[in-house]
């Protein structure tokens, strides 16, 4: 393989649209990380601040509200209302743009009852602004945990339950491209 | 707070927009530095204040390149802050010059657009995002500004066409500006309905178009820029507020609600005394949030309030009230250059205050109201500022 043909290849690999196999967004920074460690045992696990109680979404280092440094990881409830939902018909990122091609991507805001606003896929077409939600967090095909959020009424009490939910949005797998590198 | 007695903005320039560029943000910036000192017809050694907006000078920083352009600055500021960026170096400079810490102060934002760094900084926009945001189906800021547009459309029962008066007055307007990426084409309201969906209510033209680009101003004293024969405009008020209603689930207010009564009391006019409007137009929603904000109408009533403004800057559109908005086109139309974004609505200021933009001159304009907003940390923009200028003779 002379350099010609060698800077080719090398180009090639560094096109996430040439590849067999695109993921989920895989980067996370230490305290996203650690919201991954945190939920693999349980449905949804937030960070409470251990001095004045708050719960604090996205994860920090400090308590964003009396900025102690007592944040713990603990089981919050996971009923919330749905706020605003929208279908993405276009994404910067290849997994997405698979995914697209058939139906667009659905994603939302919810206003947990815990506190928190949280951003999450949207498990169900159904789902309508101002609906009351469960919200889950599952490991993606990347291994990070996201936040999933179903209808109140669907069940996802158990860690199949819930698998099965994350499986049928196929977000657990590789979004795969025939002939691909 | 005290007014900004003595001290004026002169010489706008904008530079090189183009929608990739193999130059990167110093090539812009540098390139502004040098078009301002012509333009003001000084040397650069003269420039003793540097401030600098820039997402992608990667590992350098303003102070870096006051080694590449070879400057001496006593002052130098670094606002990263996106659609804020430019009233805040503008109301830093304007400061720094009144308490004499400099005298002449370059306000420079400027952006490359290497081949696929959009994604890069989408992706890297911030900790929260990357880690609560992005994830989630990677839509950069069309995601985060779709579900605030829902959120607006279900709580004040805006429609499409509503967001289409903003976009087509802003092509319209672009299309007699020289520098808009793209004046060259025409909009109307079937190309705007019938337009590639991105994001639940976005369509292909509530969306800025990522170029690279430059926009500065020079910030001096008022005896410097009449001795140096340079036509100048006058700051009456500015302020800026940030994170503010940040209890509200999904964002429709920012914080031009708390200041504006105080803004106009102290430049001593109201909304109805403003001749042209420059907003931060990321999204049409966000600019009729900003005229709500703004005084211009009640919270609620910007869907109406756009139906019957006419926002042209020759003021021939139908629509009975007048009110020149983003008159170059904005970034929906000249293409969002990064931090020069947040510079687009001042250099365009100063231009018609000082009657020197070109076809798209408003007449007899004197009063102008800049906008600026910006920086989606999470779920929302955080920043709000404002600031109200006058043409030297108003």
């Known amino acids: 393989m002379n350099l010609r043909e060698k800077m080719q290849r090398r180009l090639k690999l560094s ?151 994350v499986a049928g949005m196929a977000l657990d797998v590789p979004a795969h491209k025939e002939g691909g590198l | 707070m005290k007014g900004y007695d003595g001290v004026v903005l002169t010489c706008p320039i904008s530079l090189g927009y183009a929608k990739q560029s193999p130059h990167g943000a110093a090539w812009f910036i540098g390139s502004v530095l040098r078009e301002l000192v012509k333009a003001a017809g000084i040397g650069k050694q003269h420039v003793d204040g540097f401030a600098v907006s820039s997402f992608s000078l990667g590992i350098d920083s303003a102070i870096a390149l006051t080694q590449h352009f070879d400057l001496r600055p006593r002052w130098i500021e670094q606002a990263n802050m996106g659609g804020v960026s430019g009233i805040i170096a503008l109301r830093r400079a304007a400061r720094a010059v009144q308490c004499d810490e400099a005298s002449i102060i370059a306000c420079i934002g400027g952006d490359g657009a290497a081949h696929r760094s959009f994604e890069a900084t989408a992706a890297n926009f911030s900790s929260w995002s990357v880690d609560a945001a992005f994830p989630y189906g990677a839509g950069g800021p069309n995601a985060a500004f779709s579900l605030i547009t829902q959120h607006y459309m279900d709580k004040f029962g805006a429609r499409r066409d509503d967001f289409a008066r903003i976009a087509l007055d802003q092509r319209y307007n672009a299309n007699h500006y020289a520098g808009a990426l793209l004046g060259h084409k025409r909009l109307t309201i079937n190309d705007y309905m019938d337009a590639r969906p991105i994001a639940g209510p976005l369509h292909l033209f509530d969306c800025v178009m990522p170029c690279a680009g430059g926009e500065g101003f020079l910030v001096m004293h008022e005896d410097r820029a ?38 106009y009391d102290r430049a001593g006019i109201g909304p109805e005394d403003i001749d042209l409007l420059q907003t931060y137009d990321d999204y049409p929603v966000i600019s009729m949030m900003q005229m709500e904000d703004l005084g211009f109408c009640k919270k609620g009533d910007g869907p109406q309030f756009v139906q019957d403004t006419d926002m042209r800057f020759d003021k021939s559109g139908s629509a009975v009230n007048k009110l020149p908005h983003n008159t170059c086109g904005g970034q929906l139309s000249c293409g969002q250059a990064g931090s020069a974004a947040g510079y687009l609505g001042i250099t365009e200021t100063i231009r018609q205050l000082t009657n020197t933009a070109q076809s798209n001159q408003v007449l007899g304009a004197r009063h102008g109201l800049i906008s600026g907003y910006g920086m989606v940390n999470y779920d929302r923009g955080l920043c709000s500022a404002a600031a109200l200028l006058s043409g030297a003779r108003a």
Not at chain 1, 18 to 43: E, I, V
Not at chain 1, 134 to 151: C, I, P, R
């Open chain 1, 15 to 165: 096109r996430p649209s040439l590849r067999a196999r695109a993921r989920p967004p895989k980067q996370r920074s230490p305290l996203g990380a650690q919201f991954t460690a945190a939920n693999l045992p349980t449905a949804l696990a937030l960070q409470c601040c251990d001095a004045c109680g708050h719960v604090q979404y996205p994860p920090t280092e400090l308590c964003g509200q009396c900025l102690d440094d007592s944040l713990v990881y603990r089981q919050v409830g996971t009923e919330g209302t749905l706020l605003a939902t929208t279908a993405l018909n276009h994404s910067l990122w290849e997994y997405y743009k698979r995914r697209l091609t058939q139906n667009p991507w659905l994603i939302g805001s919810i206003a947990l009852d815990a506190g928190p606003v949280v951003l999450a896929h949207i498990g169900e077409n159904t789902l309508k602004s101002g609906e009351r939600v469960n919200v889950f967090s599952h490991t993606d095909a990347s291994q990070q945990a996201v936040l999933v959020a179903v209808a109140a009424s669907t069940d996802m009490s158990t860690p199949m339950a819930r698998r099965n939910i």
């Open chain 2, 226 to 263: 009449k001795q140096l024969d340079l036509p100048y405009c006058r700051i009456l008020a500015s302020d800026e507020l940030h994170n503010s209603y940040a209890d509200d689930p999904v964002q429709y207010r920012s914080g031009w609600i708390d200041y504006m009564p105080a803004l």
